[in-house]
C-alpha cells in the first residue's frame, strides 16, 4: 500500500493538456495596399475627423500628380491628398512620394493662393498607424488655426 502512495501517477492517468489555439489577428488595415488604404480607409476617416472640427464643406481627393509649388515641378508625380473647403480657398496637400505610408511624408496648405512651402510631415513617428495619420492632419490644420473656433 505504501508503494501505491508514493508512486507517481503514470501518463495515462493524467490528461495531456492541449495547448491553446492561439487566434489569429486580422491583419491591420495599414497592410493593405497604399491606394487601397487611403481610399477605403484614410479619406473617410479624415473626412469625419474634420467634419467633427466643424468645417461642412470639405472636399477631399486622393490623386497621383505633379506638386503644386512653383520651382518642383520637375520633380514628377506623387500621390497627394488635396483637401479644400471655403470654395478652395483653403486648401492643403500631403504628398507620399514613396507610396508608402510609412516613407516619407510632406505637406503644404495655402488661403487662396498657390502653396509656396514643402514642409515634412510625421517624420519622426516609428510606425504610423491610421489613427496616427488622421490625428497628426487635424493637428497640422489646428496649427494653421484653421479648424474649430480657432
Known amino acids: 500500500m505504501a508503494d501505491e502512495i508514493n508512486q507517481k501517477p503514470t501518463e495515462e492517468a493524467t490528461p495531456a493538456k492541449k495547448p491553446a489555439a492561439k487566434k489569429e489577428k486580422p491583419p491591420a488595415v495599414e497592410d493593405k495596399p497604399f491606394v487601397e488604404f487611403m481610399e477605403q480607409d484614410y479619406l473617410p476617416a479624415l473626412q469625419k475627423a474634420i467634419a467633427d472640427e466643424g468645417v ?5 481627393k486622393f490623386t497621383k500628380q505633379q506638386l503644386p509649388i512653383r520651382g ?13 473647403w471655403q470654395n478652395g480657398y483653403r486648401q492643403f496637400n500631403i504628398y507620399f512620394p514613396d ?3 510609412q516613407g516619407k511624408k510632406a505637406f503644404s496648405c495655402n488661403e ?4 509656396s512651402t514643402l514642409e515634412s510631415f510625421l517624420i519622426d513617428e516609428r510606425k ?4 496616427l495619420l488622421v490625428f497628426g492632419t487635424v493637428r497640422r490644420l489646428n496649427g494653421q ?3 474649430g473656433r480657432n
Do not use: Y
Open 128 to 131: 504610423i498607424t491610421l489613427d
Open 72 to 84: 518642383m515641378e520637375g520633380l514628377g508625380e506623387c500621390w497627394q491628398v488635396v483637401g479644400s
Open 56 to 60: 461642412r464643406d470639405l472636399e477631399l
Open 112 to 115: 487662396g493662393k498657390v502653396p
Open 145 to 147: 488655426k484653421w479648424l
Open 99 to 101: 507610396e508608402n505610408i
